[in-house]
């Protein structure tokens, strides 16, 4: 296949880099990928894919059934996996290499919507060997709060890189006091030969919820029922009854889906990402923004790639490296450890292990050094702080 992907010029630039692969191990974060396949958007950024709907984001907190709350969860998640999972494709034409965010890096933002009102994101990068991102995204008008921090651990074939995220998501919703535990599927990297990359998805997900529900999908790849590919199938069902299936939904989750009643197999929902329009974020300016936000921590590097300018984008990139190489070495020396804004490690979270238990998960904190939750009293003094120096 002489399809998409690599210009002539690139070829052989790609070839060495697939070869470079093939004997690659470690983190992807140091993955020498060449200029081409370089974006100008750091994996802090990522989080947002998780609330671009914010009107299905918000839709279970006033469903009053709990079975229908779970599926109302079931769809939010699956709404957001085109953006999750394509959206680079799409926007840049296809999968690229995100900056590898610093420790402490940030990326804030806010959706304003005419139902939903305003959404608000907080994505923080808390640990950087190995790269770790905590969020968080709450609606206070309609208490939701979703929460989650996620690593990935990496391995290699010829044809194919394959990523295990490690992490999960905490979905809550305040009217009813219930939490949903959300796990992270795999995925591995095809069209890697084309110079063409793009995700798949593979194994489970399992949103768990404290009400007694379970909700399963199962990714199929270029699925060997439909032969489309992104295909799925989910269940929702009461927790420990896997066979006593209450919903079921089935589709690909870039094109279009069906919610069934399972027992009367009458569809009473669908959906389709394809059509359906996202909300942008807002970002502060980056003259307003703080020194750790991102895009302005990132802004020469980001014009540099933009420009196709090699030189200037690794002279910029050496000057954070050092930077951080510098605080560490200064943090080390004085026995303290950066301090992250947002976010802390706990030891034990009664929700959670409740919940982890139902479906068998379990957290390897040991690969994201720590298991990261969000530290609302932090964000407190923040903001009290924020009112006393009257900015
Ligand atoms: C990050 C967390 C998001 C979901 C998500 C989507 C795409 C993943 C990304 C995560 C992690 C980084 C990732 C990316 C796809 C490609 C990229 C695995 C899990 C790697 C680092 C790029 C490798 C370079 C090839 C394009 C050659 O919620």
Redesign the pocket.
Known sequence: GESAGVAAANKSTWSS?LKS?ASFTGD??S?T?PPF?LSSTS?VE??S??AEHPSIFVAPASEPDPAKRALLVLKWFLS?LKQ??CS?NEKLG?????LNPFLGELFLGKWEDDDAGATELISEQVSHHPPV?AYTIWNEKNGIRLQGY?G?K?SFSVRT?N?K?IGHAIYHIGAYNEDYLIT?PS?H?EG?VYGA?Y?ELNTYTYIQSSSGYTSKISYSGKGWVSGKKNSFTATVYPEGKEKDILYSVEGQWNDAFTIRDAKTKTEIDAYSPKTSQVTPLTVAPLDQQDELESRRAWRAVAEAIGNGDMETTGTEKSKIENEQRELRKKEKEEGREWERRYFGRVETDEVFDQLAEKIGYQAEADKTGGVWRWDEAKYQSLLKDDRESGS
């Open positions: 880099f692969i992807l974060s993955l990928a396949i994996l990522y989080s894919y998780w957001t999750q999972y680079r296809s999968e690229k290499k995100p991102t996620n990935q990496a890189i990523v995220q992270l995925l990297i890697l990359p995700v």
